[in-house]
């Protein structure tokens, strides 16, 4: 039986890979994977990320991110603290009902603000109808643009997914962001290499390193949301009484480090 990562290289072109890269991903090789374009009705690139065993705070957490080759899930927050000294597991989709396990060594990025990070997988994902890396959005992203944000929830006891929830975001303007975020005391948490959009406020629960994503492509990653009170609690509804809105790493403007530190670290993974 073929291996799925060799039938993409013979073949060219899969359900999954609807441009012409052959070589996408494959043995960690992101020139051309940068710019596919992912099918996204089953979300094959997203992956969830276990903390577990950490050493400064004792205690184990979730968080999201997106396979971006077959050896590197890429996400981002301020709960990844190399100093901790965590252990990480990956789990990525697979053409089973189970969740595939990686453990994986993690990664910071320099240079980037908000704080991003690779994890580097022991072994290579297995690319197939149900996991597969996505692109990096090369495109500016303009206010008033909707794309999709996701998140995947594990089962507690198993490697079954128990569900992935998505919904609908709108970019909003910068200043706008800015001037919200000062009217409820968070300073300077916007940086350059940032950019937000508002949730309906009943959805304002998504993790760390959830992806957004617009035209098959990856545009953010959850770095931040909050859950603002805009008026005071006299109107019938939760709706009429809070904002949400939820601060990403944007993907386009960091996309050339990502590339870069991938090159720079390409070696085998010692664990």
């Not at 890979?17 to 094959?44: A, R």
């Not at 704080?115 to 072994?123: A, K, S």
């Not at 009170?229 to 790493?249: A, E, G, H």
């Amino acid at each position: 039986m073929l291996h799925y990562s060799m039938i993409v290289l013979l073949l060219g072109v899969t359900d999954a890979i609807t441009t012409n890269t052959s070589t996408c991903g494959i043995n960690s090789n992101l020139t051309q994977c940068l710019d596919v374009s992912v099918s996204v009705q089953k979300y094959p690139y997203h992956a969830s990320i276990l903390a577990h065993e950490c050493e400064i705070y004792p205690y184990s957490w979730w968080a999201d991110g997106v396979i971006i080759s077959d050896r590197y899930v890429l996400t981002t927050g301020d709960k990844f603290l190399p100093q901790n000294k965590c252990n990480y597991t990956v789990w990525v989709n697979s053409d089973t009902q189970d969740l595939v396990p990686h453990r994986a060594e993690l990664q910071k990025i320099d240079n980037i603000v908000p704080e991003t990070f690779l994890l580097r997988v022991d072994e290579l994902i297995e690319f197939g109808p149900q996991a597969s890396p996505i692109g990096l959005m090369k495109k500016k992203v303009e206010s008033g643009e909707r794309a999709i944000l996701t998140k995947l929830i594990v089962g507690d006891k198993s490697r079954k997914v128990r569900k992935i929830f998505e919904t609908n975001a709108t970019v909003i303007d910068e200043q706008d962001c800015k001037n919200m975020l000062e009217q409820n005391g968070r300073f300077n948490r916007l940086s350059s290499g940032s950019f937000c959009t508002e949730l309906p406020p009943e959805e304002c629960s998504y993790p760390l390193g959830s992806p957004l994503v617009m035209a098959g492509q990856l545009i953010g990653l959850l770095n931040d949301d909050t859950l603002f009170r805009v008026k005071k609690p006299t109107q019938s509804t939760y709706k009429d009484n809070f904002r949400c809105f939820n601060m990403y790493l944007n993907i386009t403007h960091h996309r050339a480090i990502i590339k870069e530190h991938i090159a720079l670290r390409a070696q085998p993974l010692k664990l």
